[in-house]
């Protein structure tokens, strides 16, 4: 069965590349991209069909939905935890009340709403190896804290008002599209960016915090995989604890240098963002997504170096 698929904040590192993905699922016709920034917006109308909005207007986000009548929002709207912690009451405006506006619009015209939680919804006292599904959440942070108060709003309403929600605690994400805004794993990519320009690369974070990681195609096929998914088998909502991969920055530095010999990186943990990377998970036990609707990652982390590497001196090397 063919949707229409509404991706909101389409312009970040997920929704440039959630949207090529769903064209290729649904239809190129069938996939909407809205956006605040009007460059942004330029730019992203050369591959889709743009609206240009603010979420927080929800007079003019209702407009959205009227004309298109997505079967799904992909509310992807957010300040991210490191930059949340710059101005966290911004953090909070922004983060919930996009979120608020996708729900009650979707209640209000029938669609279903994906908001993608994190590993920043955990906190100190969660169990750090194998963190379960179902598990104390007490962030720090307010990105944590959004995080965890969106997965409860979302479950909130598909309990009260039977509107579809779906969602997934993605870890850090590696992609050699657009660059990621301000996340604590954000290393992971810029790492990446360094190497193959020839440069040196400081490392923000402890040479052995460990975190879970995924690649991009991996987060893509959980977000179509997960909105097809049979609802009679979601014990859980929101949301599913998914992961790929666990590594320290040591071990991808290892894994970089085995492919650029002369590479060197040295480290400064920052202190903000080693506080919340020492509050997230080193790798989160994701057997109910496996269960629940077949999440099964492809990519390690030497496949996804190797193609790293190879797009990214595509992309800065001409």
């Known amino acids: 069965m063919s949707k229409t698929i509404l991706i909101v904040g ?7 590349e959630l949207i090529p993905h769903m064209q290729a699922i649904y239809g190129e016709d069938r996939v909407i991209a809205a956006e605040l920034r009007p ?58 009340g996009a979120l608020l506006n996708s729900l009650e619009l979707a209640r209000e015209y029938g669609c279903g709403v994906f908001t993608p ?8 006292n969660t169990p750090s190896n194998g963190t379960p599904q179902d598990t104390i959440m007490r962030p720090n942070t307010i990105y944590g804290v959004c995080k965890v108060s969106g997965e409860l709003l979302s479950d909130y309403y ?31 990519v810029e790492v990446f960016y360094a190497a193959v320009k020839g440069e040196s690369f400081t490392c923000p974070i402890s040479h052995n915090s460990y975190m879970d990681m995924m690649y991009m195609p991996d987060a893509l096929q959980a977000c179509s995989s997960l909105i097809e998914a ?24 290892e894994v970089i240098r085995r492919r650029i010999s002369g590479f060197r990186m ?8 080693q506080a919340i990377a020492d509050s997230w998970p080193n790798y989160m036990d994701d ?18 170096a190797d193609d790293m590497l190879k797009n990214l001196k595509a992309k800065l090397l001409k």
């Open 117 to 124: 939680s994190s590993i920043g919804a955990f906190g100190n």
């Open 230 to 253: 049979d609802p009679e088998r979601l014990v859980h909502r929101n949301s599913f604890n998914i992961t790929a991969m666990s590594f320290c920055p040591r071990e991808l530095f």
């Open 39 to 96: 460059e942004v917006c330029s730019k992203l109308s050369e591959r889709v069909r743009v609206e240009c909005l603010n979420a927080l207007d929800t007079a003019a986000y209702a407009e959205v939905i009227k004309k298109y009548r997505p079967d799904w929002i992909f509310n992807l709207v957010a300040v991210l935890s490191a930059t949340g912690e710059k101005n966290p009451q911004t953090a909070w405006h922004i983060n919930m």
């Open 287 to 304: 057997s109910c997504a496996r269960e629940e609707w077949g999440w099964n990652p492809k990519w390690d982390i030497d496949a996804m």
């Open 266 to 273: 040295d480290y400064q943990p920052d202190p903000v963002k």
């Open 10 to 16: 389409a312009g970040g590192q997920i929704g440039s």
């Open 158 to 188: 598909f309990s009260r008002f039977g509107v579809d929600t779906r969602s997934v605690r993605f870890p850090g994400i590696i992609s050699h599209g657009t660059l990621p805004g301000g996340g604590t794993t954000d290393y992971a």
